[in-house]
Nanobody, 125 residues
Framework: QVQLVESGGGLVQAGGSLRLSCAAS????????MGWFRQAPGKEREPVAA????????FYADSLKGRFTISRDDAKNTVYLQMNSLKPEDTAVYYC??????????????????WGQGTQVTVSS
């Protein structure tokens, strides 16, 4: 089992920045691949960013490249999502997720075995 605990969400004005954190426990951090998804009100959950299974590569939703950055601290078993130049359309619940195999690829929810509880990000205009 893997436990994921997100933090760092909140209310920010458009143009501002936030950094989300996701602490993982219960399994060797190097054996899981971490990712971030988000779900806006009335919309389906969508992929944001993720690491490859090896941890050596990162992937991003095309629309978020250049504004969002995923990173990790293996010593802390923590993955981060740095979000810059935030827009009101970034408002969503952000979820951390972990997968133990390739599955259907980084962007498919079905690839992920474990999920955090979510953290709300609200961007005001």
């Amino acid at each position: 089992q893997v436990q994921l605990v997100e933090s760092g969400g909140g209310l920010v004005q458009a143009g501002g920045s936030l950094r989300l954190s996701c602490a993982a426990s219960g399994r060797t951090f190097s054996s899981i691949a971490m990712g971030w998804f988000r779900q806006a009100p009335g919309k389906e959950r969508e992929p944001v960013a993720a690491f490859s299974m090896s941890g050596g590569s990162t992937f991003y939703a095309d629309s978020l490249k250049g504004r969002f950055t995923i990173s990790r601290d293996d010593a802390k078993n923590t993955v981060y999502l740095q979000m810059n130049s935030l827009k009101p359309e970034d408002t969503a619940v952000y979820y951390c997720a972990a997968r133990v195999s390739l599955g259907r690829g980084w962007s498919s929810q079905n690839s992920y075995n474990y999920w955090g509880q979510g953290t709300q990000v609200t961007v005001s205009s």
